[in-house]
């Protein structure tokens, strides 16, 4: 099992641009979520989704969107890059035990 | 959520066993106890998880004390490779209780 992947795993955008963060899963887990940690600093929800079709904003959700149009993936899409997210993005899937597995990562600066 | 205290740093000599700690004195009786580790600019990688007893893998031992105020995560070897910020959380089992909290955490240095 691949776990859960990632991609790109850097990127560079310029102010107003826009891309969309890959996130996918092969353990056919309902919760997916997406982090983002600054340096120095802890995890902090931006979207949370409970299965295909559901979705929901974490405690950062200003300035993306997510889908859920499958089991598999949980792709995030900024719109309108700033500054201030300039950050690591995690994307992560839970198990029934609660065991939260995460991706590798994308780090993405805004110039 | 039960909120949980941990030190922010510990030293470790590498072969040793390290043993961190973890206050969770507002746990509830159906709240279990994950550790996670973060090695520099990864993603945050699972650790072991306990309810009331004991548990061993084969990454830690997980000690949880009687009246479950407080654990302490083992690793009983630690390497050079275990160097990371430790991160204690304290949540409902299961798929449902959403995302993970995560406090400050305890940043441990494995040194030769």
């Known amino acids: 099992n691949a776990g859960v992947t990632q991609t790109p795993k850097f990127r560079i955008l310029k102010i107003g641009q826009s891309m969309t963060l890959q996130c996918a899963q092969d353990?056919?887990?309902?919760?997916m979520y997406w982090y983002r940690q600054d340096p120095g600093m802890g995890l902090k929800l931006i979207y949370y989704?409970?299965?295909?079709?559901?979705?929901d904003k974490g405690e950062v959700p200003n300035g993306y969107n997510v889908s859920r149009s499958t089991t598999e993936d949980f792709p995030l899409r900024l719109e309108l890059a700033a500054p201030s997210q300039t950050s690591v993005y995690f994307c992560?899937?839970?198990?029934?035990?609660?065991?939260?597995?995460f991706g590798a990562g994308t780090r993405l600066s805004v110039l | 959520d039960a909120k949980t205290t941990q030190p922010p740093s510990m030293d470790c000599a590498e072969g040793r066993a390290a043993n961190l700690p973890c206050n969770h004195s507002?746990?509830?009786?159906?709240?279990?106890v994950y550790w996670y580790r973060q090695i520099h600019s990864q993603g945050p990688q699972y650790i072991i998880h306990?309810?009331?007893n004991n548990e061993t893998n084969e990454m830690a031992s997980l000690i949880i004390t009687e009246d479950r105020k407080s654990s302490t995560l083992i690793l009983p070897h630690a390497t050079l490779r275990d160097t990371a910020v430790y991160y204690c959380?304290?949540?409902?089992?299961?798929?449902?209780?959403?995302?993970?909290?995560f406090g400050k955490g305890t940043k441990l240095s494995v040194k030769p």
């Open positions: 992560a899937s839970t198990d029934s035990q609660g065991i939260q597995y």
């Open positions: 353990m056919n887990h309902n919760y």
């Open positions: 989704s409970v299965g295909a079709g559901i979705t």
């Open positions: 507002t746990i509830s009786g159906n709240e279990y």
């Open positions: 306990g309810l009331k």
């Open positions: 959380i304290v949540r409902g089992a299961g798929g449902s209780q959403g995302n993970l909290i």
